[in-house]
């Protein structure tokens, strides 16, 4: 069967520091992987998505970036955080076949606190 | 271009009492529809979704949704709720060849004792 793990679980981090946010699949090969971001008592906004290796989208222009080094792993990161990067990061993956209906998958999140 | 409509951003409700989440969305081709839960500091789960053929669908916990394709609905029902229910549910969108689902704001529903 197919697991997500996503760290580390919670993170503070002082604004200006630099950070990177790991997540990976297990029991799939190439997978759509996605990173989504909740800020509080606000929904979901989809910041990275990935159809493969070295082919990310940006859904929204800011200081994060993202990075597949391997197939099933997705990383994001930031050079430097501002206070509005906190919020809860969610990790997703679907099927690439057409028959998955793109039904996602999600890790436990990672809860970020820039202080 | 999809979008998805929550209308309800809080919904309380007593214990065993019925419940019903509205769902509405827009697009121009033929959907699939999805109803998600997130438990407090989780990930989201997957409760139920639609992609064809018969459009009451049941999923876990007791949830169904109806497909509605001329008002463009997937409301969420319970016929009896329990406190284990208290989470935030997210209906999403998406269509054939399309790697992004299309999210709504949520709904957080609330179970009073």
């Known amino acids: 069967s197919q697991t997500i793990h996503q760290w580390p679980a919670t993170l503070v981090q002082p604004v200006g520091s630099p950070l990177s946010l790991e997540c990976t699949v297990e029991?799939?090969?190439?997978?759509?992987l996605y990173w989504y971001r909740q800020a509080a008592g606000r929904g979901l906004q989809l910041l990275f998505y990935?159809?493969?290796?070295?082919?990310i989208s940006s859904e929204v222009p800011q200081n994060l970036s993202a990075s597949r080094p391997q197939d099933r792993q997705f990383i994001l990161s930031s050079k430097k955080l501002l206070l509005s990067d906190s919020g809860f990061y969610l990790c997703?993956?679907?099927?690439?076949?057409?028959?998955?209906?793109?039904?996602?998958?999600f890790g436990p999140g990672t809860r970020l606190t820039v202080l | 271009a999809q979008s998805v409509t929550q209308l309800d951003s809080q919904v309380p409700v007593f214990e065993e009492a019925p419940v019903e989440l509205r769902c509405n969305y827009s697009?121009?081709?033929?959907?699939?529809l999805f109803w998600y839960v997130q438990y407090p500091n989780q990930g989201l789960q997957l409760l139920l979704k639609?992609?064809?053929?018969?459009?009451l669908v049941k999923g876990i916990n007791g949830f169904e949704a109806e497909f509605n394709k001329s008002q463009t609905s997937f409301h969420l029902r319970k016929p009896s709720v329990h406190i284990s229910d208290t989470a935030e549910y997210f209906c999403?969108?998406?269509?054939?060849?399309?790697?992004?689902?299309?999210f709504g704001t949520g709904t957080r529903l609330t179970i009073i004792p």
């Open positions: 997703a993956w679907s099927a690439t076949h057409l028959s998955s209906y793109n039904e996602q998958f």
């Open positions: 029991g799939t090969s190439n997978p759509n």
């Open positions: 990935s159809i493969g290796i070295d082919q």
């Open positions: 697009s121009s081709v033929s959907v699939y």
């Open positions: 639609y992609l064809s053929g018969s459009t």
């Open positions: 999403a969108v998406g269509s054939f060849g399309n790697e992004k689902l299309t």
